[in-house]
């Protein structure tokens, strides 16, 4: 809504599930970006924990087509961060 949406970003070393509002037209290097400031990590993502196989966002290209997919069945689903 408002050229906004809520991706969700799971991160197993903590255990957490955090979610951000972002731009729909974000990034992954301004992804990568916003929450390895927010979390003070660096991180890597992947696929989501409902995503088989997993996958790395090792491009944008990929990184747009999970966004595109993340809802599912009706759910939101969240990418992982390592």
């Given amino acids: 809504e408002n050229g906004m ?3 969700k970003v799971y991160i197993p070393s903590t255990n957490d599930l955090w979610a951000a509002y972002v731009p ?3 990034t992954l290097s301004t992804f990568t ?3 390895s400031s927010k ?3 660096h991180l890597r993502f ?3 924990v409902m995503d088989t196989p997993e ?3 090792d491009s944008d ?3 747009q087509c ?3 997919r993340r809802i599912r069945h009706g759910r939101n689903l969240p990418i992982v961060g390592h």
């Fill in 61 to 63: 290209e990929v990184f």
């Fill in 33 to 35: 970006c916003k929450w």
């Fill in 24 to 26: 729909i037209s974000v």
């Fill in 55 to 57: 996958y790395y966002f």
């Fill in 5 to 7: 949406m809520v991706i």
């Fill in 39 to 41: 979390l003070s990590l």
């Fill in 66 to 68: 999970w966004v595109k």
């Fill in 46 to 48: 992947s696929g989501s």
